[in-house]
């Protein structure tokens, strides 16, 4: 109890009158916003060798840079808790669509997709310096066909335990969780007990266990259901990616899905959700095609699809399951990126059959899919799929986090989702000065101390003496998305300062090409 009322009082005197003394950076005049969820205040904030020093009137502070935040928003830097950055970054270390975005920190390694040797994916960030920070998850995918390959069974004995020691090892090096894809090849061929033994081995560690469940449709709720029971059986916090419900039949089944959420709560479980705040998801057209015909890899898929009645077979389950989601074409299915033929990015597959002289039938179109899947290793697209009023009641539950699903984006390059620039200012600017569908001051919790609460990151998501200098300075008014389907590359504006680990990476709207993000890892290893 002494050591606990010798720091408050430390805290306490960090952040009243300052000492005279010149510190890095003065942000002055701006209402802070400080990530705990409480109203906004008036205050100045100094910030010293990466770290804020003190938060007051500071009178007598000066400082070798002076911001002036008059009339604007003071906040913590937003942490993006589902983002896929794997080799984006060694190409734009600037990750300037998320810096742009008010984004200072990002987890990726997210539907079971990650580096496998963590300790070297932190070395390669720490030495190419990006101007993000980075935590990372291990993937379950990765991890599984590392072992087994594509294989559609039940790992041996000795696979599993295989499969759980590359798991505590990229925990031992580093990683915040585990994380899962089970709708991805090989992760879908997995069985919940398979899970729960990987979940177990991260648990040991003080990990996080990450689902994308195995659907987000007709059986959603078992989905959900069993993310929750993996967290209880493996006595770990959970946390349920792209938090959503898809296509017409299943809109308004998000008084379900957050219903079980919060009966886990209840019952004592750490569960929570994120969520990005558009009407359409974004992955790759490979999920349009029945899992098992990838079964053995993508040499088994080719072999298959060479034989005409098997070829037909899919063909047939793609039409059928169109149906089930009571749509009449793939005209909902957007390419974002074909590399193959850029003209067809921003086209959907109706478009492209049509371009190919076929008939607008399902058959037809599934045949244009195929097309695509063979000529290529993967097709982003994006899925119009979702329903407005399940977005914004997902939104309103106060453990729904914001999250991007997206990797840093090379700019003009592709038709990508918005969500990539836009995320965080579209929930600012749409979702909370436009429709106040949520205050500021909770939408702020969302993006920064929650999240780091949920993955460890022990020194992100407040505005306090000690932490890190990760802060975003923006005007409440203008703050907003401008990226659209039709024209996504496009930074968000509104942002005026964004400073990581104490260094001004954006400066009246601008990327000042600083890079000085780091790698952050989980508490076990600090």
């Known amino acids: 109890m002494r050591s606990f009322l010798s720091l408050l009082l430390g805290l306490v005197l960090l952040s009243g009158p300052a000492f005279s003394q010149t510190y890095d950076v003065l942000i002055k005049n701006g209402r802070i916003i400080d990530g705990t969820g409480n109203s906004w205040y008036y205050g100045n904030i100094a910030v010293q060798g990466g770290k804020i020093a003190a938060i007051g009137k500071l009178d007598k502070a000066e400082a070798k840079?002076?911001?002036?935040?008059?009339?604007?928003?003071?906040?913590?830097?937003?942490?993006?808790?589902?983002a896929h950055i794997e080799g984006d970054e060694m190409v734009t270390p600037t990750a300037d669509n998320f810096i742009h975005d008010g984004v200072t920190s990002v987890v990726t390694g997210n539907c079971g997709g990650s580096s496998l040797d963590m300790a070297r994916y932190f070395a390669r960030l720490d030495s190419v310096k990006t101007s993000i920070n980075v935590a990372s998850l291990i993937g379950h995918n990765t991890v599984r066909r590392a072992v087994m390959g594509d294989a559609q069974r039940d790992p041996t004995v000795a696979e599993l335990a295989q499969m759980e020691a590359l798991v505590e090892k990229a925990m031992r090096e580093g990683a915040v969780g585990l994380s899962t894809g089970l709708i991805y090849v090989p992760g879908t061929y997995s069985k919940t007990p398979e899970v729960v033994a990987l979940a177990k081995a991260a648990a040991k560690h003080g990990g996080v266990y990450a689902s994308h469940i195995r659907d987000e449709g007709d059986n959603v709720t078992e989905a959900v259901s069993e993310a929750i029971a993996i967290g209880r059986d493996a006595n770990m916090p959970v946390e349920i990616s792209h938090f959503k419900v898809t296509y017409k039949p299943n809109w308004g089944r998000s008084v379900e899905t957050l219903a079980l959420v919060d009966n886990a709560r209840k019952e004592g479980l750490d569960v929570t959700v994120d969520q990005y705040p558009y009407v359409a998801s974004s992955t790759s057209l490979d999920t349009t095609v029945p899992t098992w015909a990838f079964s053995g890899g993508r040499d088994s898929l080719h072999a298959r699809l060479k034989d005409p009645v098997i070829r037909k077979q899919i063909k047939q389950q793609m039409a059928d399951r169109l149906k089930e989601k009571q749509l009449k074409s793939f005209s909902?299915?957007?390419?974002?990126?074909?590399?193959?033929?850029?003209?067809?990015?921003?086209?959907?597959?109706?478009?492209?059959?049509q371009l190919k002289g076929r008939k607008s039938k399902p058959m037809e179109e599934a045949e244009t899919i195929l097309e695509m899947v063979e000529s290529v290793g993967r097709t982003q697209m994006v899925?119009?799929?979702?329903?407005?009023?399940?977005?914004?009641?997902?939104?309103?539950?106060?453990?729904?986090?914001?999250?991007?699903?997206?990797?840093?984006?090379?700019?003009?390059?592709?038709?990508?989702?918005?969500?990539?620039?836009?995320?965080?200012?579209?929930v600012l600017g749409r979702y909370v000065h436009d429709q106040k569908v949520i205050r500021?001051?909770?939408?702020?919790?969302?993006?920064?101390?929650?999240?780091a609460q949920k993955f460890g990151l022990r020194d992100r998501g407040l505005l306090l003496p000690g932490m890190a200098a990760d802060i975003v300075v923006f005007d409440e008014a203008t703050v907003g998305d401008a990226a659209e389907f039709a024209n996504p590359h496009v930074y968000s504006v509104g942002f005026k300062y964004v400073l990581v680990n104490g260094e001004v990476t954006v400066e009246e709207g601008k990327h000042t090409g600083v890079r000085s993000g780091g790698t952050l890892k989980s508490a076990e290893v600090l």
Do not use: C, W
């Open 65 to 82: 840079r002076v911001i002036d935040a008059k009339g604007l928003v003071v906040a913590p830097g937003f942490i993006d808790v589902h």
């Open 332 to 353: 909902y299915a957007q390419v974002a990126r074909y590399g193959p033929d850029i003209s067809y990015n921003g086209k959907n597959i109706s478009e492209i059959n």
């Open 383 to 426: 899925f119009f799929s979702m329903d407005e009023k399940d977005l914004v009641r997902i939104m309103q539950y106060p453990f729904a986090m914001v999250a991007s699903d997206a990797g840093i984006a090379k700019f003009g390059s592709g038709m990508p989702h918005p969500r990539a620039y836009g995320t965080n200012a579209r």
């Open 440 to 451: 500021l001051e909770e939408a702020i919790r969302r993006m920064t101390s929650l999240p």
